[in-house]
């Protein structure tokens, strides 16, 4: 599959590097075509993976991942184009963490709105699908890692991209267990979780953990 | 021991009864000494139960829950007096839900402040332990009606009293994980815990679940 990759991160070339090994082939964005980290990712990967600008990553995706940093998400997809990206399932991972004021981080939108829902309004023809932000991205690819089955989510306006993802997510990442919180809206309940998985971070002492939902009868 | 429960919800009369069928003495408090919630349940839970006006049961506590409504909470804890819980730990169980705006509740307080603080800030004598806010009542007082040990955190200034109230959970309620996330700021994390997990008892259907933290290497 053809798979636009947005943000040269931790994030974004864990993604794109996992892609690539599963055998898609893989077009890092950012917002020069010669960035360096993308080159040395595109290299370091080898065959598949190549990089460009957000909006040839959003024209070559079939399918596309918002890895970037919550802050720049918007300005980031506003530079991929709503035209590349139209009908097409957007995998939404950014998180609103602002470290601006030290840490640990607040949110920059939280509560009555969420950054899932600002991409969705800012893209309304793009199918936005709320997902993975709640992991270490090392997670994200391989919750195998975990001793136990974890849970992973979604949340998103389209039912058939919601079923795709979580497809998507169980076939090709290995995510048994994908819940769906519902529309778009659930993303405020996500984003919002990231509070408590810093102090949990932070208790712990790493980041490679994750939650199983225990229940009664269950 | 002597403790006061403050609030006559679900939260408050379950953790009351809880209490008294473990032995303690329970005065459950509310605005007035004759609420008919609070007469009506220590009628129904007998011996040990009894109620009264927010500051008798703090007088009476020698450890003190806040089970109110979080809207109500300053109110109250304002009624109970800060003379009467002085040196006092009080496990502060209430969440900033606003329902005002509908289904699914917002929070009147988050991000750069949450109301565990707003009430260690009001009582800076009390000893304030944020805990049990995020599950259902019924997993509160009894963790083992889940089919395996689940996660409950604690957060608050005072090392001494969360040592205390962590003791007090895994002794008298079977909490056997329970995680220091850090100082009250860390209520953030908790409070805003509860938007999801609302998303989640919607998808699952009922309340009667928890998280368990599954560790790499775990």
Redesign the interface.
Not at 145 to 148: D, G, I, M, N, T
């Given at each position: 599959m053809k798979i636009g990759v947005f943000g040269t991160g931790m994030v974004g070339t864990t993604i794109g590097a996992k892609l690539v090994a599963l055998g898609h082939e893989v077009v890092l964005g950012s917002r020069t075509r010669e960035n360096e980290k993308a080159v040395a990712w595109a290299r370091g990967v080898g065959k598949g993976a190549s990089h460009g600008t957000f909006a040839d990553a959003a024209e070559f995706g079939e399918l596309l991942f918002n890895c970037t940093n919550g802050k720049g998400t918007l300005d980031a997809l506003q530079a991929a184009g709503a035209r590349a990206m139209q009908g097409k399932i957007l995998l939404e991972v950014s998180n609103p963490l602002d470290f601006s004021?030290g840490m640990p981080p607040?949110?920059f939108v939280?509560?009555?709105d969420s950054l899932g829902e600002r991409v969705q309004r800012a893209f309304p023809a793009t199918r936005v699908v709320k997902t993975l932000n709640t992991v270490n991205c090392q997670i994200m690819v391989d919750p195998s890692?975990?001793?136990?089955p974890?849970?992973m989510f979604v949340?998103g306006n389209d039912p058939e991209a919601k079923r795709q993802a979580t497809s998507f997510l169980r076939e090709q990442f290995g995510w048994q267990h994908v819940?769906?919180?519902?529309d778009i809206t659930?993303a405020?309940?996500?984003e919002?979780?990231l509070?408590?998985?810093?102090?949990?971070f932070?208790?712990?002492g790493?980041a490679?953990?994750?939650?199983?939902?225990?229940?009664?009868?269950?």
């Open positions: 004021k607040t949110l939280s509560n009555e890692r975990l001793p136990e974890t849970q949340a819940l769906d919180l519902g659930a405020r309940g996500l919002s979780y509070p408590l998985w810093v102090r949990m932070g208790a712990l790493n490679d953990f994750n939650v199983k939902i225990v229940r009664a009868g269950g």
